[in-house]
């Protein structure tokens, strides 16, 4: 019910509405010091009426920063790619879900992600405590479960618009926090 509730209120957004929220979130992300700081990031490219991610790749690619993106396996887990630009992106649907944008290039394995230094995660909400509500594909589950086991603590971004930090989402015994939500007008941070 949340997610449908989220998702109908993004699918109202104008492309000047997700163009001008990409902007500022470029903005804020890039002052964080996680990121400020990091020599790979794990990151993703938005789809639709998601808050918007191309800016911040780019800048993250400006600096220096080696960016990671995902490629979504059969089997929902997630390979990762070096993201080279814009230029090199392929749009690839998967059954009869939306077309996502991968990298092209070589493929690193599930475990590439293991050497972000950061992970900036797609969602729908993220309440008071950090929980992070995903689209429910399990993929991101998968990720934060492996990094996890591998013992990398990466700090854990999740990119929103306003309106997607809630009082509370529900939540699943492996859901783990995230550190920050990064919306258009700020961050904030959890314990």
Known sequence: MLRRGLLSVRSRLTADDVDEAAAALAERALELPEL??????????SVGAEPGTLALLDALRARGVRVLLPVLLPDNDLDWGAYTGPDRLVRVRHGSRMALLE????????EAVQQ????LLPGLAVDARGMRLGRGGGSYDRVLARLERSGADPAL??????????????EEAHDRPVHAVVTPS???RFH
Do not use: C, W
């Not at 400020?36 to 490219?45: D, F, I, L, M, P």
């Not at 990298?103 to 599930?110: F, I, M, Q, S, T």
């Not at 972000?116 to 992970?119: I, K, L, P, R, T």
């Not at 971004?157 to 529900?170: C, F, I, K, N, T």
């Open 157 to 170: 971004v999740v990119l929103l618009y306003e309106a997607e930090v809630v009082e509370r989402v529900p």
């Open 116 to 119: 972000a230094d950061a992970v």
């Open 36 to 45: 400020a700081n990091a020599r790979t990031v794990a990151a993703y490219v």
């Open 103 to 110: 990298p092209a290039g070589e493929r690193l394995g599930p």
């Open 186 to 188: 700020g961050v904030r």
